[in-house]
């Protein structure tokens, strides 16, 4: 059964072969009366269709049989002068023995008006030539694009699953670390505040119901986010009462904008990590909108000393999530005593991608 593809490729060879056929045509006799349906025209007609689609599947089964034996091998310059060699010692022949045929054995046939026969022999043989090797070439040159675009793809398919992994990965750790502190504060405010744990229950049932509700996305709208995050930021001042101060000025609608699930969380944790803070010396983290189309995360920075060196994962995760929906970077600058993080905030019709399970 044939498939679509081929025909798909038939019908656009079908179409240049008959551009060449008039092209060749205009070239033969500038004098003829422009009869497209004589001996000559005719011949012409389908010795061009013919030698083209001749060189062109040729050219497809030996790059096919070139390619199939080491299915990581490319088409480079030294196999491809080899096939361009045997493509050319195939289709040459034929093409010297039909011009040959119908110029001094079937001219009665083809009535070619040659007042020199070897003159017009080499003429069309010089002709087929060089449309056979130029038809070669594109058609290597085409596949040689198609073949890197292919690889292109499949880098980034790679690249994205590994991604994910260490996304899904990374959510897995924030999960059990961030519940067994947010059980640790709940279990003191029970002796202490009721009122107060029945509110830290209620935020801290409703982050897990975020986290959960969106475990499979990878873009959600800052809306979302920021609800989340009002809960996360409740949370982290009952645990660290008066050490810890976040605020947010958003002054966009943040219906119209996505950004990756979990990267302020993620961006505010960071800065709890790395930094040192106290009642005396607090933590000042501040969310503010920059413009229409930037979201920048800064805090102020009291750097404790770290046993082992940072692998800033999670900072990694997010630039390189933001990689596959914009070229826009992640731009991170310590400057004047605060880390900046300057994100990206993406249009609300950005395709979202969901997360594909990762065996």
């Known amino acids: 059964m044939i498939s679509k593809t081929y025909i798909k490729k038939f019908a656009i060879r079908f179409l240049i072969i008959n551009v060449i056929y008039f092209l060749v045509k205009l070239t033969i006799n500038h004098d003829d009366d422009g009869n497209f349906l004589d001996a000559p025209a005719v011949f012409y007609y389908f010795s061009a269709f013919f030698l083209l689609m001749l060189s062109w599947e040729t050219n497809d089964w030996l790059i096919r049989r070139e390619l199939s ?34 110029i001094f054995e079937l001219d009665h046939i083809c009535k070619i008006d040659a007042g020199d026969p070897w003159l017009r022999f080499r003429i069309d043989f010089f002709r087929a030539t ?26 980034n398919q790679l690249k994205k699953e590994a991604m994910t992994s260490k996304y899904k990965s990374l959510r897995n750790q924030i999960s059990p670390h961030f519940l067994f502190n947010s059980l640790n504060t709940l279990t003191s405010l029970m002796y202490e505040d009721r009122d107060l744990a029945s509110d830290f229950v209620s935020r801290l049932a409703s982050c897990y119901r975020y986290i959960l509700d969106n475990r499979e996305e990878d873009l959600v709208s800052l809306e979302k986010e920021l609800n989340f995050l009002d809960s996360f930021i409740f949370m982290m001042n009952v645990r660290h009462e008066g050490a810890l101060s976040i605020t947010t000025h958003v002054s966009i ?40 189309n930037n979201l920048l995360v800064q805090n102020n ?9 940072s692998t800033k994962l999670g900072l990694k995760n997010i630039e ?6 914009t070229n826009q970077k992640v731009v991170i600058t310590p400057e004047n005593g605060y880390f ?8 609300s019709n950005t395709k979202e991608v969901s997360i594909v399970k990762v065996s």
């Open 69 to 102: 034996a080491d299915l990581e091998k490319s088409l480079d310059i030294s196999n491809g002068i080899k096939i361009l060699g045997i493509n050319l010692l195939v289709v040459l022949p034929i093409a010297a023995l039909l011009y040959y045929l119908a």
């Open 253 to 292: 609608d943040p219906k119209e904008h996505l950004i990756p699930t979990l990267s302020l969380q993620m961006l505010v944790e960071n800065a709890l990590k790395h930094n040192y803070f106290s009642k005396e010396k607090p933590l000042e983290i501040s969310i503010i909108s920059i413009g229409r």
């Open 301 to 309: 920075l009291h750097v404790r000393k770290q046993k082992e060196e």
């Open 130 to 155: 060089v449309l056979g090797f130029a038809a070669i070439l594109f058609n290597m040159f085409y596949f040689a694009l198609k073949q890197k675009k292919e690889l292109e793809n499949t880098m």
């Open 320 to 325: 390189k999530r933001y990689s596959f929906y």
């Open 340 to 347: 900046k993080v300057n994100i990206p905030l993406l249009p």
